[in-house]
């Protein structure tokens, strides 16, 4: 365990405080790991995840002692260390070859893990082309039913979204879209597709867009996983009180999106209401009822006669 440490300066002191918790949060970190036992494929996966990463990524050239799914303690301590909370863990076994451990932290305690198993890759520099600038964030498409009804999937989407997510942002520019990460769900596979986005010129506003292989390519099978804790999900989801949308009265969304405003209005005395003054619509008395029904009666009896 870490010892508590406390500040003697001005800078570790603005150091510390970096890393407590905030309601709008830094971007993750992602360390990038070697087990005590990898192969070559297991490698050139670690850096190239780690080169769609940076610079927001941690990438440890030595190998480590550690297994994911039987020391926990190993995997909290690399993230409070580093203050991190994703993590790549790449070994290799004569049982699981070729093995990939993605973990998401949360309070330096362990989320979920998935464990999946590099059935054919292409890595970057095996794909000539041009490639994606750094720090940039991808496009991300999910096909497959089984992103949406198998949990494993579900979990595995949710965690990929959070891995490539970086900074937040309030607009996007149109030139900032240089890449794609197609991700293809099937009962056997996993197929992660990685696109450079070349926009050309299509006689209008809207840019022609083309596709081309830029790497890399992941054929994923899916192995040993870890459930996030109901516990911890419900704590790692809440949402800060600071940054919820404040409720106006009276004011809804409909199923479309729409703004719908409802207004609540007294009772309205019609008959009070100052309207422009007509002689026709004068109330007339009683008196002048009986005048006119008199007048009435002895036209209809000079008429008779």
Do not use: C
Not at 7 to 33: D, G, Q, W, Y
Not at 168 to 186: K, Q
């Amino acid at each position: 365990m870490l010892r508590t440490v406390k500040p003697k300066n001005a800078r570790s002191k603005r150091f510390l405080k970096n890393r407590e918790a905030k309601v709008h949060e830094n971007p993750k970190t992602t360390l990038f790991v070697r087990g005590s036992t990898t192969s070559q494929v297991v490698n050139d996966a670690l850096k190239d995840l780690y080169a769609l990463k940076r610079t927001n990524a941690i990438y440890f050239n030595k190998k480590n002692e550690i297994k994911p799914f039987e020391d926990d303690e190993k995997i909290e301590f690399f993230s409070r260390k580093n203050d991190s909370s994703l993590m790549v863990i790449g070994t290799h076994l004569k049982k699981r070859p070729h093995n990939l451990t993605f973990v998401r932290m949360f309070n330096y305690e362990i989320l979920e893990m998935i464990e999946l198993g590099i059935e054919k890759m292409t890595a970057l520099s095996e794909i000539k082309g041009t490639k994606s600038s750094l720090g940039i964030k991808p496009l991300l498409v999910f096909s497959g039913d089984m992103f949406d009804s198998d949990t494993t999937h579900k979990n595995l989407k949710n965690f990929f979204l959070d891995f490539f997510n970086g900074e937040a942002t309030d607009a996007v520019n149109l030139g900032g879209l240089e890449y794609v990460i197609s991700f293809t769900a099937t009962p056997e596979r996993i197929y992660v597709r990685s696109y450079f986005i070349q926009m050309k010129k299509s006689g209008s506003k809207t840019p022609r867009v083309e596709l081309e292989e830029m790497g890399p390519h992941f054929d994923f099978v899916v192995r040993r996983t870890v459930a996030p804790k109901s516990d911890l999900w419900k704590s790692a989801v809440r949402v800060p009180k600071e940054i919820k949308p404040k409720k106006v009265k009276n004011i809804d969304t409909d199923e479309m999106g729409d703004k719908v405003g409802r207004i609540h209005m007294g009772d309205q005395q019609l008959h009070k209401i100052q309207t422009r003054k007509m002689k026709g619509l004068k109330k007339r008395s009683a008196e002048d009822d009986d005048d006119e029904t008199s007048a009435t009666k002895k036209q209809k009896s000079d008429e008779t006669d």
